[in-house]
């Protein structure tokens, strides 16, 4: 399983999504992000030993059941001519794009009509989503956020929660289109076109060039996919690469000094 590096590229995602979407200030990034992170796992709600599965107890596992028997039931009457024999359970409907902004559009709907309370609990569950594959450190900084969040928008508390709807939606399909990707970048491959038809496959499992392939779990994944991402989790942060490049800037410019005298 590729849990904290989904984790991880959907924070990298949602950072880098946070401006194009209107999102402004570091406490609307962090969340907004840590919201991403968290949705970036949930495609994997099909798989029974998955981290989202098994994140709720039996309330996760029921959905990962649910959630198997549909897509399986989905795969057979949907399969093509060239798809290979397959149960459809994991790596399929939970898998594509069509998933994704189907759940995003529910997301934003749900919590549009449900208030405060339907915004508060889809970015709970992605956080405890987030950190129970990025660690522990991830609720006390989100949950700073939230607050400071709270804290300029007060006495509008409320009516930003509100407003924040539709920010919820596009960070939860974010997060999915992005799981989809790191799984197409793997042996395996990942369908995230259905039901578009490819090569006589409805389920076509797109993924680069073997070259380019890496196996979950191994070297390449943990030595290389995950640090890279991890600078990048850093850099994307509002304000952190003005900072850098800043500092950069400064040091190259004193040892140009040293060296001129």
Known sequence: ???RTHALTGWCAGLAVAP????TSLAQAVVFAATTAGYALLPDLDHPGARASKLL????????WLLRKASSALYSVTKGPRDEKHSGMHRHLSHTVLFAVALGAATAA?????????????VLL???LAEDALGDWLLPVSGAA??????????????QLDAVSGLLGIAVAVGCVTHCLGDAL?????????????AGETWYELRPPRWLRFRTGKAVENRLVFPVFLVLGVLLIPG????????VSAVFSEATVEAES
């Open 110 to 122: 749900g919590t549009a009509a449900g208030g405060p309370w339907a915004v508060a609990g889809v």
């Open 126 to 128: 992605g956080l405890l």
């Open 146 to 159: 939230v607050v400071w969040w709270v804290y300029e928008n007060s006495p509008h508390a409320l009516e």
């Open 240 to 247: 952190v690469w003005p900072l850098v490049t800043e500092l």
């Open 1 to 3: 399983m590729m849990g």
């Open 186 to 198: 793997t042996e395996s491959g990942c369908p995230f076109l259905f039901p578009l038809p490819i």
């Open 20 to 23: 194009l979407a209107g999102v």
């Open 57 to 64: 107890g039996p309330l996760t596992r029921g959905l990962c």
